[in-house]
């Protein structure tokens, strides 16, 4: 009798464990499922307003295209320095509304709900390919300072021209070299590269997107 009364302790004891344990993984399946929401949606709405201000400034961009075409059409490469500069910097901008417009559709496209590590990489991705327009963005720089340049100059006023003029364009075009090759993924330890970086939101959103979604692994192995 005591045999029984014993063995059917010990069974409502394992019967009760089994239900601790049972009721400790639904808690904890609730309590992740509750942060990796939240986490979602806080990665969701930055990268939203991310592509908000993108295509803003697609916009901005082609109205600004079409504005150089018309003073290069308007020109008609009279003044050489005047047309190919301003043509150059057309070209930069052509470059910049493309490469938003890919930003864009990625952003769309990106499935919080889908596998975490899938999205992780596509913003890898994103992250690299907004590093690599700011860098290219930057080589446009000396061409802000020649399209006024006029042939004139160099014949009637070459002393200001070789003394002020030139000296200006390859100060900016060294500027735009040392930009394009300094500011890389491994320099964001540098204090300048990662303040110019994290200044809009272009950059900044990006990385605090992957934070949050990092947050759900960290979260996931503090549990577990």
Known sequence: MEDLELKDIWRSY????????????QSWALN?????T?????????????????????ILGILWILFLAVLVWGNKFENPYFGVSVSIIMLFSAYAVVVYIKHIILIRRLNYDGNIIDTQKKLSA??????????????QMPFHT???????????SSARFWLINFPITLLFT???????????????????VRSLMMSGPEYKDVVRSIE???????????LI
């Open 38 to 58: 939240i986490q979602q949606q806080k990665a969701a709405s930055k990268l939203n307003a991310l592509a908000r201000f993108k295509t803003g400034a697609v």
């Open 14 to 25: 394992d019967k009760k464990i089994a239900e601790a344990h049972l009721l400790n993984a």
């Open 126 to 139: 994103l992250q690299a390919s907004t590093f690599q327009s700011t860098r290219i963005l930057w080589l």
């Open 146 to 156: 020649t399209w006024f340049w006029h042939s004139s100059w160099i014949v009637y």
């Open 32 to 36: 992740f499922r509750c942060f990796e």
């Open 174 to 192: 060294l500027l735009a070299i040392y930009l394009y090759r300094n500011i890389t993924a491994e320099n964001m330890h540098k204090k300048w």
């Open 212 to 222: 949050f979604l990092d947050e759900i692994e960290e979260f996931k192995k503090e």
